[in-house]
């Protein structure tokens, strides 16, 4: 006799807890040949505003802490997400209509951009800050400060990238100290959600990040003129009314990163795109 | 007379050589405007100093396109090394019309003679001076080995520093590679004017540098014009809102420096003396016209009495009067409207229960003046704390605790300066570290140099001009390709 399998309830991330939408909202996700694999949770927009909520809370610890801790907690991520290597493999050979190889091969991707990332958050501030020799007698030294609270849209419409794009987004933007809450490839969340539990039982504090599964469309305009909201990354929004969205965001003066084709590569500006140049000044004199 | 009586001691006007009426600068050279001329007037006299051209739209068409040619046919072709020559003969021309610019400067922005020739003028020159380097050596700038100018950049400047602010502009645009279209704020025209003159002498390729005169019409035809790569904007935060907007979904690279209501911290181990003076300088230097003003004084409560007292005496004894007087310490508003906006904000302060005090000044007949003015009994949700007032008004609150400070200073949409005034290094850093602001003065206030960055957080605006950072907001890294994420 064959065991039924337990199916797992696919529900948000906000401040390190798992509630379903208050809206009571859910969205049925499919396989690409369209049989059921779940009921995701449809964010609705009191969600996106728990979740700004949380991130906000969040931001002042999470950018307080060392730049090594910052590294090592992200680290963590990945060796936890190695742990769980095989699920994120069936999951994706599940929904995303992949084979073996590049399921296989999106999962250790995604590993290896937390490991970059990493071993970056003690570092960039060394490449993008730096001393000022200004004509006068001052200490004059100019670093890097998060930006605050960042909404980030993963990439939407490829198939198979579904947890590398939310990685390759989100991780990124916690390096430097920034609090998100991030949309999940709206199609195909079941990775992201089950990124949620990677996080939830590595080293990152709660709120820091909170992941929501919904139509993009409908969470966007909310956040774009939310005014506790610092910055957008649109990576995933081409499909979608990203103008708008920019233009909304221009009432509260948001850092705002336009849409990207394809996954985001790795690389220095993905950080300081939501890093302030923060200069201080100081007199020097000998009494 | 007391000893706190001056004799007269004017600049004289006589090194200036105004013409009645100055045109358009496009192209390298002066012609007409297609909108009607407006009078610039000394805000200290009310007269007339000269006429100037209002741009049209297609004035603003014709001097982008004579910026594109420069830009496709000179300036993109021309070694980082040429360029920079022509920078430092720039720098070296405004050194040498240092004084005739600073008269211009004082009259037309009516900020005092003893500001434009100490600091306004002698920091242009260092702007140039500094970007000019930089113009050969912009792969050592941190964006690859082979960084990319943008093409022809659109720059809009106000009025409290207008001759700065255009070297702010011009210089690491000019540096990176870019040819410019830049319009001076309508009520300070003048000594951008002169500065097309020092193109000329400095015999720059027509249509790199293009001067276009008018008010927020022709600012705003210039930011929606479709052939422009860089829109670089100093001004009011609701005017960054709109360009903000209007360039959104557009490959336009934007830089925005805003508004401000920066904190100034004194903790009770402060040197007094030392904080009362940084003070001074940080609300009542340029008439308090300075976006990263520190509007509110947050004091600590046990000094605040011995504080505000101080401040007080110390206010009493600064001079109010002729801009071109070398002892005057407060010059005029530098606008009608100006004056009105600072009188509204002031009598609102009053109306919601402040305590306000004015220094006994005397004030004269004619222009535009405001007495330094100290509200005391301010609470956070007052106005006068929130909103910027752009003049010489200050805000007083207290605190007890570092905490508290941190989360009195950090409690404003913007973001762009503060002060903290202690003797103990390890509080200034650990303060540092949290307050939400992009320059950070301990134990001095509204400093500025060619190799600092400035530039706010939140809605102060993005970007940093100043230093290497401000070269980057004229350049595209070596891996950018057009549609690319920066």
């Known amino acids: 006799m064959t065991r039924l399998s337990v199916a797992k309830t696919y529900k948000l991330y906000i401040g390190g807890k798992f509630p379903r939408s208050e809206s009571g909202h859910t969205y049925e996700v499919t396989t690409p040949q369209g049989a059921f694999l779940a009921n995701a949770s449809l964010a609705s927009r009191k969600d996106a505003r728990d979740a700004v909520v949380a991130a906000r809370s969040a931001f002042p610890g999470y950018a307080g802490l060392t730049s090594y801790n910052r590294g090592q907690i992200l680290y963590r991520i990945a060796e936890v997400l190695e742990g769980r290597r095989d699920q994120f493999v069936q999951e994706i050979l599940e929904s995303e209509g992949v084979g073996a190889g590049p399921a296989g091969k999106q999962v250790d991707e995604a590993i290896d951009v937390w490991v970059w990332y990493a071993g970056f958050a003690d570092k960039y501030a060394q490449i993008v800050g730096n001393g000022n020799p200004v004509s006068g007698p001052y200490f004059n030294l100019s670093t890097p400060d998060p930006t605050g609270v960042v909404v980030a849209v993963s990439p939407q419409g490829l198939t198979g990238t579904s947890l590398l794009g939310i990685s390759a987004v989100l991780a990124p933007i916690i390096t430097s100290g920034n609090t998100a809450v991030v949309l999940s490839h709206f199609s195909q969340p079941r990775s992201a959600i089950s990124f949620a539990e990677v996080l939830a039982t590595s080293d990152v504090p709660s709120g820091v990040v909170n992941i929501l599964t919904g139509d993009p469309a409908v969470i966007m305009p909310w956040m774009a003129s939310h005014a506790d909201v610092n910055a957008l990354d649109l990576a995933g929004g081409s499909d979608g009314d990203w103008v708008a969205w920019q233009q909304a965001a221009a009432e509260t003066l948001k850092r705002v990163v336009p849409p990207t084709t394809g996954i985001p590569g790795r690389s220095l500006d993905a950080i300081t795109a939501f890093v302030e140049t923060k200069t201080v000044w100081h007199t020097k004199a000998l009494g | 007379m007391t000893f706190l009586d001056y004799a007269p001691a004017p600049e004289s006007t006589s090194i200036l050589n105004l013409k009645p009426s100055y045109g358009l600068f496009i192209g390298g050279e002066f012609v007409d405007g297609g909108g009607s001329s407006f009078a610039s007037i000394s805000p200290s006299t009310e007269k007339t100093i000269t006429t100037v051209a209002e741009a049209t739209e297609a004035d603003v068409d014709r001097a982008v396109k004579a910026a594109r040619v420069a830009y496709d046919t000179t300036w993109s072709k021309m070694s980082g090394s040429e360029r920079g020559k022509y920078l430092f003969r720039i720098a070296r021309i405004v050194q040498e019309r240092t004084r005739e610019l600073a008269v211009a400067e004082s009259m037309d922005?009516?900020?005092?003679i003893r500001e434009t020739r100490d600091v306004d003028i002698p920091l242009v020159a260092a702007w140039f001076f500094y970007y000019a380097g930089w113009a050969d050596k912009l792969e050592y700038a941190g964006l690859g080995p082979n960084p990319q100018s943008l093409g022809v950049a659109a720059q809009i400047v106000p009025w409290n520093f207008p001759l700065l602010m255009l070297a702010w502009k011009i210089a690491p645009a000019l540096a990176a590679g870019n040819t410019v279209v830049l319009k001076p704020a309508e009520t300070t025209p003048l000594t951008a004017l002169l500065f097309a003159e020092i193109c000329q002498q400095a015999q720059l390729p027509a249509g790199v540098v293009n001067i276009i005169t008018g008010a927020g019409a022709t600012g705003a035809a210039m930011v929606a014009h479709p052939d422009i790569n860089k829109l670089?904007?100093?001004?009011?935060?609701?005017?960054?809102?709109?360009?903000?907007?209007?360039?959104?979904?557009?490959?336009?690279?934007?830089?925005?420096?805003?508004?401000?209501?920066?904190?100034?911290?004194?903790?009770?181990?402060?040197?007094?003396?030392?904080a009362i003076e940084g003070i001074i300088s940080g609300i009542f230097f340029n008439q308090g016209h300075v976006c990263c003003a520190g509007s509110r004084l947050l004091v600590q409560e046990n000094i605040h009495d011995d504080v505000v007292n101080r401040l007080q005496n110390r206010l009493a004894t600064l001079r109010l009067g002729d801009p071109l007087d070398k002892n005057t310490d407060i010059g005029a508003v530098n606008s009608k409207a100006q004056l009105q906006r600072i009188t509204e904000l002031v009598n609102v302060g009053e109306g919601e229960g402040a305590t306000r005090w004015s220094s006994p000044c005397a004030i004269p007949e004619k222009g535009f003046w405001f007495a330094p003015t100290v509200f005391t009994d301010v609470h956070t949700s007052h106005r006068i704390a929130r909103e910027e007032i752009f003049g010489p008004v200050l805000s007083v609150l207290t605190f007890r605790t570092p905490e508290e400070a941190i989360a009195k200073a950090n409690n404003s949409p913007y973001g762009l300066s503060a002060g903290i005034w202690t003797e103990k290094a390890s509080r200034m850093l650990a303060v540092a570290d949290k307050l939400r602001a992009g320059v950070i003065w301990a134990n001095t206030f509204n400093k500025f140099d060619p190799a600092s960055p400035f530039g706010g957080y939140q809605e102060s605006g993005y970007g940093r001009e100043g230093g290497r950072h401000g070269l980057a907001a004229y350049l595209n890294s070596s891996d950018w390709k057009a549609g690319s994420r920066s």
């Open chain 2, 232 to 274: 670089a904007f100093t001004g009011s935060t609701p005017v960054g809102r709109q360009i903000a907007s209007t360039l959104a979904g557009t490959n336009t690279k934007v830089t925005l420096e805003l508004g401000g209501k920066g904190a100034n911290i004194i903790f009770d181990d402060a040197a007094i003396d030392q």
């Open chain 2, 109 to 112: 922005n009516g900020k005092p």
